[in-house]
């Protein structure tokens, strides 16, 4: 018998078990997929919610700017017709009751036709968001009065609007033109207005 066949035969079997231990390490220290995958897909989401964010930002904001275009785009010939609007009702106040009384049918006709135009502007320009400011008896407010003089009247207390010499108008939350106003002086200290009592009492916003 040849001694060959008598030598081990077990080295074949050792060396494929080294390749075997290399390749599962070399498979332990390569990144697994399924975890680079969910990394990808978590990038992948935070870019999705960003996007639908800004989306969502820019629909307020566009409808914001569309709703602001519709009550305030007016504000200029809003103001305009406002002029026109002070120049028939001081025409009608020049008019006194004696006068009036005194008017033959034509003229009542006439002066009819102008108060019922007037009234019929200033329902135009309510219903496109545009109203009276009426500050007569109210405390001053610098925001929505201008005003013009004082007047001494302790029946009231200081700080009150007396007089209303031209009146003012809103549009929308804005102020279209400040009521021109005397106030008074000389009365007591005017009360704090609701708006003013609560952020006092709560001065942190809580």
């Given amino acids: ?7 081990p035969q077990n080295q074949p079997e050792a060396a494929t078990a080294d390749e075997a231990t290399m ?11 399924s975890t680079s995958l969910d990394r990808e897909l978590a990038e992948y989401k935070d870019r999705l919610l960003r996007t639908l964010a800004d989306m969502e930002n820019m629909r307020k904001r566009t409808e914001r ?20 609007a002070d120049n028939m009702h ?3 106040q020049a008019l006194d009751d004696e006068l009036r009384a005194k008017a033959d049918d034509q003229l009542k006709a006439l002066l009819d036709g102008v108060e019922l135009t007037e009234r ?20 001053f407010d610098p925001n929505r009065h201008q005003a013009m003089f004082e007047m ?12 209303v010499m031209q009146a003012g108008y809103l549009i929308g939350e804005r102020v279209l033109r400040p009521a021109l106003v005397a106030v008074s002086k000389g009365g007591a200290k005017a ?9 006092n ?3 942190g916003g809580q």
């Fill in 65 to 84: 700017e569309v709703t602001d275009a519709r009550i305030y785009g007016i504000s200029a010939f809003a103001r305009d017709i406002l002029g026109v």
């Fill in 120 to 139: 019929e502007l200033m329902n135009v320009l309510e219903k496109h968001g545009v109203k009276r400011i009426e500050p007569l008896n109210q405390k």
């Fill in 201 to 203: 009492d709560n001065p």
């Fill in 152 to 163: 001494e009247d302790a029946s009231v207390p200081s700080g009150t609007v007396v007089q």
């Fill in 90 to 92: 001081r025409a009608m």
């Fill in 1 to 7: 018998m040849n001694n060959s066949d008598n030598r």
């Fill in 191 to 199: 009360a704090p207005s609701a708006a003013a009592s609560s952020a």
């Fill in 23 to 33: 390749q599962s390490d070399a498979a332990a220290a390569a990144p697994k997929a």
